[in-house]
């Protein structure tokens, strides 16, 4: 099914080359042509002003140059007529029983509604979540979490060979202190009275793991030299616990990549030996440092620390030298928490240095989550046990609800999650809408059914009124708005188009009858039934693609 904005920039750019071939000389530089939505749809359904740019280089006016643009557009099966406006927009309007049309060539596409090959079978890693193992998700995490799976979700639709993965940081400071934290809640199980440094991990979820380890094997591990197997046992439950969370939340990757297989499998090394080739690396204050100045940064920075334990910056380096230069993916897309941001000039100019296209490298920097519940809100700090889980958030209100809240606004902006807003069975509560819009839809067809009304296909050209037409409109968007989330990498539009398209259909159905028992007015109900369900496909692809469920009931 062809993305109609793509066809009026190709409708339009044809008649732009037929214009330059009567003005004698060449664009000196290539124009693109862009089509929008004119806000006063009085104008048009679609407008250009591509006029404008060309006026640059010909003595004719915009207005001049639109007609004469305008002229040479030739396509009535899909554009009814064209109207240039002062100063020289050129606006079209669609053909009525084009759009018409559209209905049947959606039911026909069914779930592949949509679907489109842009992405080539470019092979595509998607990093998100990648939070420490050091402690159950809590939900400051879920947002990026729900951001990553919908772009994956969102271009494994559109022939990108997609891979999710979890980066799980199993080495490091960090890891130690959760090891010694657990160690010493599970010898406090056995009343020996061992204090907790003051930058232990101090939340419930420790005490659980260390209970865990008790129920599963006693006091096996009081006894000999058994950190490294005590260590083992404790990261796998953290790192179930992680991915039951997410499970949850309708996550779950296609890889979990251990930070210690960089050390295991020399690539580590191979990148400081790479450095050091290129004389990067330079020995101060007993630690070793990559001079990064020398790669256009304002200061060096520490790769070993002076105990030779390596830093973030170093194994960050060492990570996306793996997702390059050994898994060779084309595109790598990391979710990170914006408070991330400053790291990223440094990595850059690090993976330049490896040789390493960081063109190929996106970054999507999401923004902190406020949680309203009332007038009651709660600060999230892991380290001191206070955060709330993931799972208590789904508890209360549901996965759907989640992950339609976390997309509802854009990655770079902070969200205000109203706990209150995303429980509520109203029109107010947008994923209840969308939800709602889906479930009637598939009433009304079940009705139809129940009453012996065949759903055929059949003539469309009774729909006339406004709001079937602004309705057809609306759901051919879709493809545009795909598009835009796949160069943006921001879901926010996924979300406001699904609430955007239930409520234009709310807005059908209160206006128009769909099924009526009057025998003349059979073929009115049959386009409308058609266009009811053609709506219940784009309603259910969105839902899908958010990873959010269509009930037929509700």
Same mark, same amino acid.
């Given at each position: 099914?062809?993305?109609?904005?793509?066809?009026?920039?190709?409708?339009?750019?044809?008649?732009?080359?037929?214009?330059?071939?009567?003005?004698?000389?060449?664009?000196?530089?290539?124009?693109?042509?862009?089509?929008?939505?004119?806000?006063?749809?009085?104008?048009?359904?679609?407008?250009?002003?591509?006029?404008?740019? $060309?006026?640059?280089?010909?003595?004719?006016?915009?207005?001049?140059?639109?007609?004469?643009?305008?002229?040479?557009?030739?396509?009535?099966?899909?554009?009814?007529?064209?109207?240039?406006?002062?100063?020289?927009?050129?606006?079209?309007?669609?053909?009525?029983?084009?759009?018409?049309?559209?209905?049947?060539?959606?039911?026909?596409?069914?779930?592949?509604? =949509?679907?489109?090959?842009?992405?080539?079978?470019?092979?595509?890693?998607?990093?998100?979540?990648?939070?420490?193992?050091?402690? $159950?998700? /809590?939900?400051?995490?879920?947002?990026?979490?729900?951001?990553?799976?919908?772009?994956?979700?969102?271009?494994?639709?559109?022939?990108?060979?997609?891979?999710?993965?979890?980066?799980?940081?199993?080495?490091?400071?960090? %890891?130690?202190?959760?090891?010694?934290?657990?160690?010493?809640?599970?010898?406090?199980?056995?009343?020996?009275?061992?204090?907790?440094?003051?930058?232990?991990?101090?939340?419930?979820?420790? $005490?659980?793991?260390?209970?865990?380890?008790?129920?599963?094997?006693?006091?096996?591990?009081? /006894? =000999?030299?058994?950190?490294?197997?005590?260590?083992?046992?404790?990261?796998? %439950?953290?790192?179930?616990?992680?991915?039951?969370?997410?499970?949850?939340?309708? %996550? /779950?990757?296609?890889?979990?990549?251990?930070?210690?297989?960089?050390?295991?499998?020399?690539?580590?090394?191979?990148?400081?030996?790479?450095?050091?080739?290129?004389?990067?690396?330079?020995?101060?204050?007993?630690?070793?440092?990559?001079?990064?100045?020398?790669? =256009?940064?304002?200061?060096?920075?520490?790769?070993?620390?002076?105990?030779?334990?390596?830093?973030?910056?170093?194994?960050?380096?060492?990570?996306?030298?793996?997702?390059?230069?050994?898994?060779?993916?084309?595109?790598?897309?990391?979710?990170?928490?914006?408070?991330?941001?400053?790291?990223?000039?440094?990595?850059?100019?690090?993976?330049?240095?490896?040789?390493?296209?960081?063109?190929?490298?996106?970054?999507?920097?999401?923004?902190?989550?406020?949680?309203?519940?009332?007038?009651?809100?709660?600060?999230?700090?892991?380290?001191?046990?206070?955060?709330?889980?993931?799972?208590?958030?789904?508890?209360?209100?549901?996965?759907?609800?989640?992950? &339609?809240? &976390?997309?509802?606004?854009?990655?770079?902006?902070?969200?205000?999650?109203?706990?209150?807003?995303?429980? *509520?069975?109203?029109?107010?509560?947008?994923?209840?809408?969308?939800?709602?819009?889906?479930?009637?839809?598939?009433?009304?067809?079940?009705?139809?059914?129940?009453?012996? /009304?065949?759903?055929?296909?059949?003539?469309?050209?009774?729909?006339?009124?406004?709001?079937?037409?602004?309705?057809?409109?609306?759901?051919?968007?879709?493809?545009?708005?795909?598009? $835009?989330?796949?160069?943006?990498?921001?879901?926010?539009?996924?979300?406001?188009?699904?609430?955007?398209?239930? *409520?234009?259909?709310?807005?059908?159905?209160?206006?128009?009858?769909?099924?009526?028992?009057?025998?003349?007015?059979?073929?009115?109900?049959?386009?409308?039934?058609?266009?009811?369900?053609?709506?219940?496909?784009?309603?259910?692809?969105?839902?899908?693609?958010?990873?959010?469920?269509?009930?037929?009931?509700?």
């Amino acid at each position: 099914m062809e993305n109609i904005v793509v066809t009026l920039e190709n409708q339009i750019k044809t008649a732009l080359d037929k214009f330059i071939e009567t003005q004698g000389k060449k664009l000196s530089k290539n124009l693109n042509v862009s089509i929008e939505r004119p806000k006063n749809r009085s104008y048009g359904d679609f407008s250009t002003n591509i006029a404008f740019h $060309v006026s640059k280089e010909y003595a004719a006016s915009p207005v001049e140059i639109a007609q004469t643009i305008s002229s040479y557009i030739d396509n009535k099966s899909l554009i009814e007529s064209c109207k240039v406006t002062a100063p020289g927009f050129i606006n079209l309007v669609i053909n009525k029983q084009w759009l018409k049309d559209q209905v049947n060539e959606i039911r026909e596409a069914s779930s592949s509604f =949509g679907d489109s090959n842009i992405g080539n079978n470019s092979k595509v890693q998607v990093e998100y979540v990648s939070v420490n193992p050091t402690g $159950v998700l /809590h939900i400051g995490h879920a947002r990026g979490a729900v951001i990553g799976d919908t772009i994956s979700n969102v271009l494994s639709k559109n022939m990108f060979n997609v891979i999710d993965e979890y980066y799980l940081n199993d080495s490091g400071k960090q %890891i130690e202190k959760f090891n010694e934290s657990v160690k010493i809640r599970y010898q406090q199980l056995f009343n020996i009275n061992t204090e907790l440094p003051e930058d232990s991990y101090t939340g419930e979820d420790i $005490v659980d793991v260390a209970q865990q380890i008790k129920n599963d094997h006693f006091d096996k591990f009081l /006894h =000999g030299n058994l950190n490294h197997e005590l260590e083992s046992i404790a990261h796998n %439950i953290i790192v179930t616990k992680i991915s039951n969370s997410l499970s949850e939340l309708g %996550i /779950h990757f296609d890889n979990w990549f251990s930070e210690k297989s960089l050390f295991d499998n020399g690539q580590f090394q191979t990148c400081l030996d790479q450095f050091e080739k290129q004389n990067l690396l330079i020995d101060r204050d007993g630690a070793k440092w990559l001079e990064t100045t020398k790669l =256009g940064q304002e200061k060096d920075n520490v790769i070993l620390r002076s105990d030779s334990t390596p830093t973030y910056f170093s194994t960050d380096i060492a990570y996306h030298f793996d997702k390059f230069s050994i898994r060779n993916f084309d595109q790598v897309i990391n979710v990170w928490g914006a408070d991330h941001q400053g790291q990223i000039p440094r990595l850059n100019s690090a993976l330049t240095a490896l040789k390493i296209d960081t063109k190929k490298l996106k970054f999507i920097l999401v923004q902190m989550v406020r949680f309203k519940k009332g007038e009651i809100s709660e600060k999230l700090s892991k380290r001191l046990g206070t955060a709330i889980p993931l799972t208590d958030l789904v508890d209360e209100i549901g996965a759907d609800a989640c992950r &339609f809240m &976390f997309l509802s606004r854009s990655p770079d902006s902070q969200l205000e999650f109203d706990l209150d807003l995303a429980t *509520s069975q109203s029109s107010e509560n947008p994923v209840y809408s969308v939800q709602y819009a889906h479930a009637r839809t598939c009433g009304i067809l079940e009705n139809a059914k129940n009453i012996g /009304h065949k759903l055929s296909p059949s003539t469309l050209s009774k729909l006339n009124s406004s709001f079937e037409i602004s309705l057809i409109h609306k759901m051919l968007d879709f493809h545009e708005m795909i598009e $835009v989330v796949i160069k943006t990498l921001e879901p926010h539009h996924l979300a406001h188009y699904s609430t955007d398209l239930a *409520s234009d259909f709310h807005t059908f159905y209160q206006h128009c009858r769909v099924i009526s028992d009057d025998p003349t007015e059979f073929e009115m109900t049959n386009a409308r039934l058609q266009l009811v369900d053609a709506t219940r496909i784009v309603l259910k692809k969105c839902l899908d693609l958010m990873g959010i469920s269509a009930p037929k009931k509700m």
